[in-house]
């Protein structure tokens, strides 16, 4: 069991990333359901314990089975192998309220300007996640990376991952800069 000083060091190691809440609502939401459909490997619409810590091994965060069943089980409807979508949310709901106080359900309408920052934020962060050598730029190697670590099936296939990054590459040089990242990720967002 954790003391409390520990609890108190994963709180503020968490609050030190601003990658973990989102601050458009509707964006927060999207991501979200992709985050679902890919911790549920088996696309039965529920997150059963076993994939959701398979999920966190694969992003590097090892948990122990018992603590994490016993964080969600309270979230597990009766009767269900696992987390639905919206027990899902509820959970990252709960654990936005209690590591960040909710400020990523913040519904007051927000100055343009410091919503535009907060989103350049978010995607300069995401595409840190794909840079891994932090040299500006997302190679084919950097994107198969990260698709492995996922668990995705276009990791396997360096001809796919090199196709991906063709579709985004506008200036033709091979890599994906932030700028490009930027625009493809502004591409798919669902507008609320």
Do not use: C, W
């Not at 108190?8 to 979200?32: D, T």
């Not at 359900?105 to 891994?132: I, M, P, Q, R, T």
């Not at 276009?154 to 991952?161: D, I, L, N, T």
């Amino acid at each position: 069991m954790e003391s409390n000083g520990d609890n108190n060091k994963r709180v503020n190691k968490i609050q030190s990333s601003s990658s973990f809440r989102l601050r458009s609502p509707s964006l927060n939401a999207l991501r979200l359901q992709r985050i679902f459909d890919l911790f549920d490997k088996n696309g039965d619409g529920f997150i059963t314990v076993d994939e959701l810590s398979q999920a966190l091994s694969r992003l590097g965060l090892d948990a122990d089975l018992s603590d994490l069943l016993s964080t969600v089980e309270s979230y597990i409807q009766p009767g269900n192998a696992g987390l639905e979508f919206d027990d899902f949310s509820s959970l990252h709901k709960t654990l936005d309220d209690s590591f960040f106080g909710g400020a990523g359900d913040n519904d007051d309408v927000e100055d343009h300007s410091s919503a535009a920052a907060a989103d350049e934020s978010d995607l300069a962060e995401a595409f840190k996640v794909f840079d891994e050598n932090g040299d500006g730029f997302i190679s084919a190697r950097e994107l198969q990376a990260v698709l492995k670590k996922l668990g995705l099936p276009e990791g396997g296939e360096m001809e796919r991952v090199e196709k991906m990054i063709v579709s985004v590459d506008r200036n033709k040089d091979g890599r994906v800069d932030f700028f490009e990242f930027k625009n493809k990720m502004r591409a798919v967002v669902i507008p609320s």
